[in-house]
């Protein structure tokens, strides 16, 4: 994060874009990732000046010029070119030995720690930022870029040190301009650690002082924006000033990426959404590698459920830091919401491999395996071992945490249901069972009955042995009709 830089040489004005602000993103059932207004922070040196076209050109302007070829985007390719370390350094070898021509050593190493700087290797940098100023004491671009890389580390009163170092050589040089930015941006960061009003003010004075030296320096517009915008939680008059501010910076320069991620964030205050997506997406146009404006085109894709749109943003800030912890996660969540399941589960399990104290990889790779798997007990296991993981985490929050419980109690309802289930299961088949059995039995007892009534029908079965014998034929005749005898006279 951070603000612009900017180097004067010949007359010309180098511009770098600058980070910002970068909004808080939050998906549906997903642990946070980001936070809601970051420090600003010093951004990479500049690149080498190249001269005007009618200057005469020495070894170092012809060594700036080629590492600004060697930089160029390629056919159809988004961004600058990214050098191998092995160019880096050939690159910086090349400005070493162009400075001892020009006869200008402190520029040529400095310039060689600037190529190092752009290059990733800060360690590098910083050595031939330190060789500079062994040769000059007071080549201030030196000073500046060294407190950048102190800022970069972590090292805020080391950082302020040389940014007022680089001031106190010489307060009314255009070179001091990008270390009153500088100086500005790390008084604003410690003003809003305590809500100093003061430290605000003391911030504003320094933008100011680089504003009076160079009035066209956007890297003090954009940070008296973000100033404006911060405070305007408070104030929301505040909120017009930051929006004023911006809009005399685009007359100066509509190229310049983070004006328009700062505009963003003050229609996305207003609740402009769609105006605010807007100027996220032209900030990107302009500056694909601008970490905070991919990240808030993310987060608004995120909550309106244009997944796909949010995974592309989260891969063009992967592809500028390969381990940004927020945009690994916001992938799981970005894939998750594709549907894309064992993706999501490995990009969050890549998260613990960057930070394994990350607390909120654990608590979304409990939800793929509750909400997203087959929901077998092997999987719910799983799930309720990573929300008990998530539950024991150093850096978890209360919410997610009270949440984890009430998914863990879910789970063990779950098993408790599907227990329940089994044995009623199992008390359904022992009654089938016998149903079955005693249907049989029936059957067997019907066949029975059914094969003696087809045997009688049939004739019934014979006399047995040694029984009355059949009447002859022409046996005698039946006895006379009985006649009633007369009465006695």
């Known amino acids: 994060m951070g603000i612009g830089m900017e180097t004067k040489n010949n007359n010309r004005r180098a511009k770098l874009a600058s980070g910002v602000v970068a909004l808080t993103f939050v998906a549906a059932s997903a642990h946070a990732a980001g ?21 005469k050109k020495g070894a170092l302007d012809e060594a700036a010029e080629q590492y600004k070829q060697a930089r160029a985007p390629k056919k159809d390719q988004v961004g600058l ?15 070493i030995r162009a400075g001892e021509k020009d006869k200008r050593e402190a520029d040529g190493i400095f310039s060689a720690g600037v190529v190092y700087d752009q290059c990733g290797l800060e360690k590098d940098a910083e050595g031939y930022y330190k060789q500079a100023l062994g040769k000059n004491p007071k080549l201030q671009p030196a000073m500046n870029n060294l407190g950048v890389l102190y800022q970069r580390a972590g090292q805020t009163p080391a950082a302020l040190q040389q940014f007022e170092a680089a001031i106190k050589v010489n307060p009314t040089s255009p070179q001091a301009v990008q270390a009153y930015n500088n100086r500005g941006a790390l008084l604003f960061d410690k003003a809003k650690q305590t809500n100093n009003k003061a430290g605000y003010d003391e911030a504003i004075g320094s933008i100011r002082r680089a504003l009076a030296l160079d009035a066209e320096s956007m890297a003090a517009y954009q940070l008296l924006a973000q100033i404006y915008y911060h405070t305007a939680e408070s104030d929301r008059a505040k909120l017009k000033l930051a929006q004023l501010v911006c809009d005399e910076a685009k007359k100066i320069d509509q190229n310049y990426a983070p004006i328009y991620n700062t505009l963003g964030l003050i229609k996305l205050r207003s609740k402009d959404v769609t105006g605010a997506l807007t100027e996220f997406r032209k900030a990107v146009s302009i500056d694909p590698g601008l970490t905070e404006a991919q990240l808030n085109v993310a987060a608004i894709s995120l909550s309106s459920r244009n997944y796909k749109q949010a995974e592309d943003a989260f891969q063009a800030v992967l592809k500028k ?14 894939l998750r919401g594709q549907r894309k399941n064992d993706e999501a589960e ?14 909120g990889a654990l608590y979304n790779l409990g939800l793929i395996f509750q909400d997203y798997k087959s929901g077998s007990p092997d999987e719910l296991n799983k799930g309720k071992d990573y929300y008990n993981k998530y539950i024991a985490c150093e850096r978890n929050d209360k919410e997610h945490v009270d949440d984890a419980r009430r998914r863990i109690k879910d789970i063990d309802d779950t098993f408790k249901a599907l227990e329940e289930a089994k044995k009623l299961e199992e008390e359904l088949k022992k009654q089938m069972a016998e149903m079955e059995r005693m ?43 009985a006649k009633p005898a007369e009465p006695k006279k």
Not at 81 to 95: G, N, Q, R, W
């Open 439 to 481: 249907q049989k039995q029936q059957e067997e007892q019907m066949k029975k009955f059914e094969e003696q009534q087809k045997q009688q029908q049939g004739g019934g079965a014979p006399p047995a042995a040694g029984g009355a014998s059949a009447p002859a034929a022409g046996g005698a005749p039946p006895p006379a009709e």
């Open 35 to 55: 936070t809601a207004a970051q420090a600003p922070a010093a951004t990479p040196a500049a690149a080498p000046s190249v001269p005007a076209k009618n200057e």
């Open 321 to 334: 830091l390969p381990s940004h912890v927020e945009s690994t996660i916001g992938m799981g969540v970005a």
């Open 346 to 359: 490995n990009w969050y399990k890549k998260v613990l491999q960057i930070d394994a104290k990350y607390c």
């Open 81 to 95: 070119t990214v050098l191998s370390p092995d160019e880096c350094k050939s690159i910086a070898k090349d400005f």
